[in-house]
């Protein structure tokens, strides 16, 4: 699996928009990726995922450059609520689990 | 009820004790997985089951075993537990297709201590 870089630790005010980086200049053509967060101790949550398209759900957007090498996770109008743990994962081809780094903790403030 | 569920929550159990943490879903998936988090640190997997009669093991796998006793059912045992297994446990399950990472489902998380 292609490794990501995140950084550690991100502050946002509510109410704006939360724009978290992921690097994965190792990605491969089948490979996916996948955004989940983890709130607290809770078990982690799928937010969004892509191959080469930009998406969008009820949740986030997700832009993925052209080259597929970085992507960012954009929250529109971050909460309190989101304040948690987001882990960028790089998956596909023959691997077949998720691999979890240590993520970006975003605080969200008043 | 939850789609994942992870019993106990919580446990406090003694150096060189057997335990067992279980783990029962209702998503009808095929995969199934263990985790544990240490804090400060991303979940890193232990076991994974891909069907009934599939068995894995995953990067930190020493000093526990599985058993996936039916489709819904996949335990976790710690045969002889150690202080440095103190951990936060997660089960999950998916249902992958050609999007793999997509549409895991975590339960709860046990919360092991042992001393």
């Known amino acids: 699996d292609a490794k990501t870089t995140q950084p550690p630790s991100m502050d946002c005010a509510e109410g704006r928009a939360a724009n978290l980086p992921c690097n994965h200049s190792?990605?491969?053509?089948?490979?996916?990726v996948y955004w989940y967060r983890q709130i607290h101790s809770q078990g982690p949550q799928y937010i969004i995922h892509?191959?080469?398209n930009n998406e969008t759900n009820e949740m986030a957007s997700l832009i993925i450059t052209e080259d597929r090498k970085s992507s960012t996770l954009i929250l529109p109008h971050a909460t309190l609520r989101d304040t948690a743990v987001y882990y960028c994962?790089?998956?596909?081809?023959?691997?077949?689990?998720?691999?979890f780094g240590t993520g970006t903790r975003l605080q969200v403030t008043l | 009820d939850a789609d994942v569920t992870q019993t106990p929550r919580n446990r406090i159990t003694k150096t060189g004790k057997r335990i067992m943490l279980e783990c029962s879903q209702t998503?009808?998936?095929?995969?199934m997985y263990w985790y544990r988090q240490d804090p400060g640190l991303g979940l890193r997997l232990i076991y994974y089951?891909?069907?009934?009669?599939?068995?894995n093991k995953g990067e930190i796998s020493d000093g526990y075993s599985v058993s996936r006793q039916a489709q819904a059912k996949f335990s976790l045992s710690l045969e002889s537990a150690i202080p440095n297994q103190t951990a936060l446990y997660f089960c999950?399950?998916?249902?992958?297709?050609?999007?793999?990472?997509?549409?895991?489902?975590f339960g709860s998380g046990t919360r092991l201590t042992v001393v």
């Open positions: 999950a399950t998916s249902d992958p297709g050609q999007d793999k990472g997509y549409g895991y489902t």
């Open positions: 190792t990605i491969s053509g089948n490979e996916y």
């Open positions: 892509g191959l080469k």
């Open positions: 994962i790089v998956l596909g081809g023959t691997a077949s689990k998720l691999t």
């Open positions: 998503k009808g998936h095929d995969r």
């Open positions: 089951s891909f069907d009934v009669k599939d068995i």
